[in-house]
């Protein structure tokens, strides 16, 4: 079965830092991998996905995440944070045609 | 730019009580979901169809119930709410297949009292 840890609960970060944001997944192949954001009283929003080809995708808004085979990680990274990006970010894994599993979430506070 | 649409946007009632909460969406796509968002943000899905066929039925109480009419709707009914179904009830659709994204509503607040 497919499964997937985010093991911070929260990260801060200053406006302007770096940014990080950790997920590894539980499957004996290469699932489909996804990272959602979901901002305050709206839905979830789709930043980026991977399945094959360059370990490094690119998302929206400046962010990208790195897929590690070796590390069974999916980290997603910002350059530089703004604080419109404060939100809870969601990993998600699905193999083949199973349910799109979501990570518990990390709730991102990006300070002044 | 919004494409799935649910209502209400927040729902009190009562325990005992029937709610039922509405999904739409205007993309075209042949599958819908309804996610259960609790207070920790924990994301479970409840069920999913794909053109009016129920394909994913998780482990739910029997009092909840989707309802489909065509593929671009999805409705959730609730036949006597318990307190523990306080949540944020969330639908999203895609096309068929694990590389599909799912583009998600607002969501639907209930408070059960």
């Known amino acids: 079965a497919q499964s997937v840890t985010q093991p911070d609960a929260r990260v801060t970060v200053s406006e302007g830092a770096s940014l990080q944001l950790r997920c590894k997944y539980s499957?004996?192949?290469?699932?489909?991998l996804f990272w959602y954001v979901q901002y305050p009283r709206q839905g979830l929003q789709m930043l980026l996905k991977?399945?094959?080809?360059?370990?490094v995708v690119q998302g929206v808004n400046g962010f990208e995440a790195e897929f590690s085979k070796s590390d069974s990680s999916f980290h997603l990274r910002k350059a530089s944070v703004h604080w419109s990006d404060s939100a809870v970010y969601f990993c998600?894994?699905?193999?083949?045609?199973?349910?799109?599993?979501f990570g518990k979430g990390t709730v991102l506070l990006v300070s002044p | 730019e919004t494409a799935v649409f649910q209502t209400p946007n927040y729902h009190v009632t009562q325990v005992g009580n029937e709610v039922s909460f509405n999904c739409k969406q205007t993309?075209?796509?042949?599958?819908m979901y309804w996610y259960k968002q609790d207070s920790k943000k924990l994301l479970k899905i409840m069920f999913s169809?794909?053109?009016?066929?129920?394909?994913v039925n998780e482990t739910v109480p029997r009092r909840f119930s989707p309802q489909s009419s065509d593929k671009a709707h999805l409705n959730l009914r609730i036949k006597s709410v318990e307190p523990e179904d306080s949540a944020v009830y969330l639908c999203?659709?895609?096309?068929?297949?694990?590389?599909?994204?799912?583009?998600f509503g607002a969501g639907t607040r209930l408070s059960v009292l």
């Open positions: 999203a659709s895609s096309r068929l297949g694990p590389q599909n994204t799912l583009y």
């Open positions: 499957y004996s192949a290469t699932p489909y």
């Open positions: 991977y399945y094959s080809g360059d370990p």
């Open positions: 998600a894994v699905r193999a083949g045609y199973n349910k799109l599993t």
């Open positions: 993309l075209g796509h042949d599958t």
């Open positions: 169809y794909n053109n009016k066929q129920l394909i």
